[in-house]
């Protein structure tokens, strides 16, 4: 047999329960239910500008890994809009400002982090291109961040 290949362990996220010792309002909790994963303003903003100069895409409607927001099977482009809270915009800055569960965010955020690149290495080995926009970059520049899909395009 063959050489077994060293794999990091995954980042542990432990269960949000009060047992485990996470709280959480009422408020807090509807708030979180209200949040999308997709079908976000953003998302809607960047697929809105690809029809608008001329892209014909589609959603996925099977899953793909990852779940990419918009694929571009034609040109073997998977395409995500990260949250910038989810996925770790700044984060070595801005973990330090989770003040209430923070055992259970920073491993939530840094597992998603992980999975990210996971998903990017995925693509890139089949022969994909995998572009990531920021949400704020989608909402303040989308002309730039057009810009960067049609190159990748043409």
């Excluded at 990091?8 to 009060?18: D, G, Q």
């Excluded at 909790?29 to 690809?50: D, Q, V």
């Amino acid at each position: 047999m063959g050489e077994k290949e060293y794999r990091r362990p995954k980042i542990a996220v432990p269960e949000f329960s009060e047992a485990n010792g996470f709280y959480t309002t009422p408020k807090r909790s509807f708030n979180m239910s209200k949040i999308r994963s997709k079908g976000t303003k953003p998302e809607k903003l960047l697929k809105k500008a690809l029809w608008h100069a001329g892209i014909r895409h589609k959603s996925p409607k099977k899953k793909l890994p990852g779940k990419p927001d918009i694929s571009l099977k034609k040109y073997k482009l998977v395409i995500f809009v990260d949250g910038a809270f989810w996925h770790g915009y700044n984060w070595e800055n801005r973990k330090h400002a989770i003040k209430s569960n923070r055992e259970f965010w920073i491993a939530k955020i840094e597992r998603n982090m992980e999975r990210d690149q996971e998903i990017n290495n995925y693509y890139k080995s089949k022969g994909w291109t995998v572009l990531r926009f920021w949400d704020f970059e989608v909402q303040e520049q989308t002309g730039p961040c057009l810009k960067i899909l049609l190159n990748h395009i043409t």
